[in-house]
């Protein structure tokens, strides 16, 4: 992995190495095209220290990042929204329903990293039904790292959901190491949400008919002590959360691949009255797979 973008003094110092051409202590040499000789940065894999610090969560103060607050008025926590996502180039956010045959091996450590940063990973119930969630692992690289963030062992996953229509006898609901929370609506059916409880999750109401409100989402997983929130779609969440105005940070795999067909872009639903802009924080590459990392402006 190699960092492209920012490339300040103090890295390029640790990760360039001299063209061909270059002479030491005479500067950048001639090529055989008569160009001057350029440094490239190293293709190396970073240590899990270095993508926890190239991932790290802002420090928040009242109010968050995401403007909604947490709803405890002054002095209440805040929270910080992070999408993790992929897409080809020609804009497909999965192949035959799925995310995994656009990712890569480098994908899959920044994918293990954001989980391990986040206090709580939300997914649409549709997602976690295509993707087959499971309750996050407790490893053990992780460990100190979340113990000294005051973490529980694992992320608890949050399923976004207004039918409650899961399989609650799944290990997602069942043998979680945190309980796993349902994010719906104050009209969820009290049958579904029964048998949620009875499996063992938590019901969260975060709106006032049926779905859920995604500003209400944030401010009650605050209110739980949740402020690095990561979610991993699916496409209709992300959209959702992308017209509430609420995301603050998109992480953006781009993957070297075509796909054509009628896939998903990582947002759907309604779109915005006017396009937001988000600025680009860092871009990483390997083998091609671009990582890109963009906040809010």
């Known amino acids: 992995m190699r960092r492209l973008f920012p490339v300040t003094d103090e890295t390029e ?3 360039v190495t001299r063209a061909p051409g270059d002479v030491p202590g005479e500067g950048p040499g001639v090529d055989a095209a008569g160009g001057v000789g350029r440094a490239h940065l190293v293709d190396r894999e970073w240590s899990l220290a270095e993508l926890a610090a190239a991932y790290a969560y802002p420090e928040l ?3 968050g990042g995401s403007g909604v607050g947490s709803g405890a008025g002054p002095g209440g926590p805040g929270a910080w929204l992070r ?4 897409s080809t180039l020609d804009g497909a956010a999965q192949h035959d329903g799925r995310s995994q045959p656009i990712s890569s091996g480098a ?41 000294a963030a005051g973490q529980d062992p694992v992320p608890a996953i949050a399923v976004v959901s207004a039918s409650l229509n899961l399989d609650f006898t799944l290990p997602l609901f069942t043998s979680p ?17 029964a048998a949620a409880e009875k499996a063992g999750a938590r019901v969260v109401v975060a709106g006032d008919g049926v779905g ?5 989402a944030v401010r009650a997983l605050a209110e739980l002590g949740h402020t690095r929130l990561l979610t991993e779609g699916g496409p209709r969440l992300l959209g959702q959360l992308v017209a509430a105005g609420v995301l603050d940070e998109l992480c953006l795999t781009v993957a070297p691949m075509l796909s054509a067909g009628d896939a998903q872009r990582i947002a759907g639903g309604p779109s915005v009255a006017v396009p937001q802009r988000f600025a680009l924080v860092s871009l990483l590459e390997e083998e091609g797979f671009l990582f890109s990392r963009y906040r809010r402006s």
């Open 177 to 193: 190491l945190v309980p796993t929370l349902i994010l719906t609506g104050a009209a969820a059916a009290p049958d579904r949400i």
């Open 83 to 86: 999408a993790n996502m992929v």
């Open 212 to 216: 859920v409100e995604p500003a209400r």
């Open 61 to 63: 103060g009242p109010g």
């Open 107 to 147: 994908d899959m450590r920044i994918f293990g990293m954001l989980r391990a940063l986040a206090d709580v990973v939300i997914a649409g119930a549709e997602t976690v039904r295509q993707e087959g969630y499971r309750p996050a692992r407790a490893r053990a690289e992780f460990a100190e790292m979340r113990e």
């Open 13 to 15: 110092a640790e990760t």
